[in-house]
């Protein structure tokens, strides 16, 4: 009986040791989880009061936002109420001198009862020009306040978009004409027994005929260009006839005469069309289309003529000038070169009479006496004619000058240059467009240089001819050296 209970007591033992093992385990489970639970809780606590604390913070930014607004707000309230004060102050003072104008001028009117039309008329003047006299200056000085760049620089836009509208084609010096012939047998004819046929020939155009080895060709040589033409037409029927004698020279000579005429003539009023000029005279147009056969250092005169006209009638569009009155004095400019190898002198002054002469209206009779400068310009289309006649001229294949006339032009600018007291060196660059003028430092001051540059530019204008302008550039210059050893 002792050993069965001495069993059981063991036995039991065991159960409540096991029990009690089974309780702690499931103690520190119970714990764990409700560690685990604490903590995520905790977390989730931590993470809504992070976006709680960023949501106040962005609410914070916006009000301190709108504050600022409010403020700026505020700020401009104040200054637009400032600036309302101070014109409501300038009203008042406006009123205040309309009042007191207003009374002077009661008293004035009052006086003026007393006075004739001459006295009243006087006093009128004499007020508007002490009121006005303030709003004269300060225009004039914002005139004279203009940029000088921006005007040049609107300048040369206008000229630069003038220009590429404007395409011409190079010129060529012409000077002689080549006849071709049939045979070799046709010089001989030309020629005729002992030279009669040739002098006569020559006698009746006023051309000189240079017959050569050349095979089947004849030159025909003049400074004249529509002696040369007529000679040109006189000698190509002659030679398509075939009979050559003195009788069938004069009446081929009178022909291309009559020819020549006929091709003058539809050459302006190619000219006049292509224009749209109209109400020329007749005579002038005569006058316009010899300018066909004449060239000046290779440009056709003719054509030139149209260039100018054309540049003339672009520039007026564009700074609101009648186009039709620029065109026509740009058209007519140098009809004088068709006129002065008979009459003698300047081509401006004979064809400006001429114009006058013949109906011409002022404005065009000065821009054609003026555009060479001899005359002074009187109006804005006389400008224009220069300007335009300066363009055609100076662009790029336009005039053609012979390589002894541009070197003899280049020596003469350096020696200018070289010949005024101080002058060490001059070159000229650029192709004659600058000449760069070295002075003796020691001899010639800073002031005086100035002076130096002056006079070579003086000079230049009136010893030189030469195309479009020509920078001078003196420098004075010292230079010190010294060698440590």
């Known amino acids: 009986m002792r050993h069965f209970r001495r069993l059981a007591q063991e036995k039991a033992g ?71 004060a101070r014109e409501a102050a300038a009203i008042k003072q406006g009123r205040d001198a309309v009042r007191e104008k207003s009374l002077s001028l009661r008293k004035r ?40 760049a921006e005007v040049k620089h609107e300048a040369q836009k206008l000229l630069v978009t003038s220009m590429q509208r404007l395409a011409a084609r190079p010129n060529h010096d012409i000077t002689t004409t080549i006849v071709n012939l049939p045979s070799e047998e046709m010089k001989g004819r030309i020629i005729g027994r002992e030279g009669r046929n040739i002098k006569s020939f020559e006698a009746s155009t006023g051309v000189t005929l240079l017959i050569d080895e050349t095979p089947q060709t004849v030159l025909v040589s003049s400074f004249d260009p529509v002696r040369r033409e007529v000679a040109r037409l006189a000698l190509e029927a002659l030679v398509t006839d075939g009979r050559i004698h003195p009788a069938s020279i004069e009446e081929s000579v009178v022909k291309a005469k009559s020819e020549v005429d006929q091709n003058v003539l539809a050459a302006a009023h190619d000219a006049v069309d292509r224009l749209k000029i109209t109400g020329i005279h007749p005579e002038i147009l005569q006058i316009l289309g010899r300018l066909r056969f004449r060239f000046s250092m290779s440009q056709n005169v003719l054509d030139h003529s149209i260039e100018v006209a054309e540049f003339c009638g672009m520039l007026a569009s564009e700074i609101g000038l009648d186009p039709n009155v620029a065109k026509r004095a740009g058209l007519l400019h140098d009809m004088g070169k068709a006129i002065s190898a008979e009459n003698g002198g300047s081509h401006a002054l004979i064809g400006a009479e001429f114009a006058r002469r013949l109906g011409e209206t002022p404005i065009v009779v000065n821009a054609i006496a003026s555009h060479h400068e001899e005359v002074k310009p009187e109006t804005l289309y006389a400008g224009l004619v220069i300007l335009a ?74 010893e030189l001819q030469f195309p479009g302008s020509i920078k001078i550039i003196v420098i004075r210059e010292q230079r010190f050296t010294e060698i440590a050893t």
Not at 48 to 74: N, P, Q, T, W
Not at 417 to 432: L, N, T
């Open 109 to 148: 009117l009052e006086g003026v009862a007393n006075l004739d039309a001459e006295e009243i008329r006087q006093a009128l003047r004499d007020e508007v020009l002490l009121e006005c006299q303030e709003e004269l200056r300060a225009l004039r000085k914002d005139v004279l306040d203009q940029s000088e």
């Open 389 to 462: 006649d300066a363009i055609s001229a100076m662009r790029p294949g336009a005039r053609a000058e012979s390589i002894a006339a541009y070197v003899e032009r280049l020596q003469k600018l350096e020696g200018i240059a070289s010949s005024v007291a101080g002058v060490h060196q001059a070159f000229a660059i650029q192709a004659g467009r600058e000449v760069r003028v070295i002075v003796q430092p020691e001899i010639v001051s800073d002031d005086q240089a100035r002076e130096v540059s002056r006079l070579i530019r003086k000079r230049v204008e009136a």
């Open 14 to 84: 065991t159960i409540l040791e096991l029990a009690r093992r089974e309780a702690a385990v499931s103690a520190q489970e119970l714990r764990a989880t409700a560690e685990e639970e604490l903590a995520r809780t905790r977390s989730e606590h931590a993470r809504e009061f992070d976006r709680r604390e960023v949501e106040i913070e962005a609410k914070l930014r916006e009000i301190r936002s709108h504050e600022e607004s409010l403020a700026l707000l505020d700020f401009q309230l104040d200054a637009r109420q400032e600036r309302l």
